[in-house]
């Protein structure tokens, strides 16, 4: 905490906005410090205790000496997520390569399980930087997420959805993304918090946030009702379980 107020931070992709939106529209803003920035870099900030809370990839979960599930809402998926993908131009058997976004731990350790388990392949993990995204051609496939995936959506003969995947193999949802705590935070913040992050997932608010974040590339309003699921709920908490039970499991 800084100036008495506590430190916030987020992903910056269009997921997130309506989960920001109660953050930044109301009077709750003045008591947190707000940054955005991609979902890795954020997740260290919370384990450097640069930040009290970050929506951040799950994966990091375990790198965490302390940590308090703070809100019930979280970047979800119950059938296809559209964001977070395998792009490749030729069927995912004739795969030899892959590069990891550099800017996921969850989507990419999400991907490595799914590639030894559910499609059962080897391909070599190749390391990512920016730009990558244009080196995906004849059989060097990459995982992208974020509204780099959706851009891309266009562009690939093959696109193989992480989350329905997962949700194929295990039957249970996918949790990419949890509002999470490094230490205890009063009851009273943590009410007024899973409020306000709860303001912008649907009705009428929904659709001022689709209005705030014009987008030219991707419906918003189907991406955010039909592809990402905002509630935390059991089954949800079954299949983030799941995931952090995986992430205990040897690395191919």
Known sequence: MENGKIKVA?????NTKPLLYGLQHSLFQHEIELSVDYPSKIGQQLIDN????GLIPVA?????SEYHIISDYCI?????????????????????????????RSSVALARFLLKNYWKISPAFLRAAPGYEDQIKDTVAGVVIGDRALKKREECNHIYD????????????????AWISNKELPKDFT??????????????VLQKVIE????????LNKYFTQHISYILDNEKRKGLKKFLEVLKQPVA
């Not at 992480?162 to 949790?175: D, F, N, S, Y």
């Not at 009410?191 to 009428?204: H, L, P, Y």
């Open 50 to 53: 640069e930040v009290d809370v």
């Open 162 to 177: 992480l989350a329905e995947a997962w949700i194929k193999h295990t039957g249970l949802p996918m949790v990419f993304a």
């Open 212 to 219: 705030e974040n014009p987008c030219d590339f991707f419906d």
């Open 76 to 104: 979800g998926a119950t059938g296809p997520v559209a964001s977070v993908c395998l792009f490749s131009e030729v069927p995912v058997e004739e795969i030899t390569g892959v590069y990891l976004d550099y800017q996921s």
């Open 10 to 14: 987020a992903v910056s992709y269009l």
């Open 191 to 204: 009410e007024r918090f899973n409020e306000a992050t709860g303001m912008g997932t649907n009705g009428d």
């Open 60 to 64: 990091l979960i375990p790198k965490l």
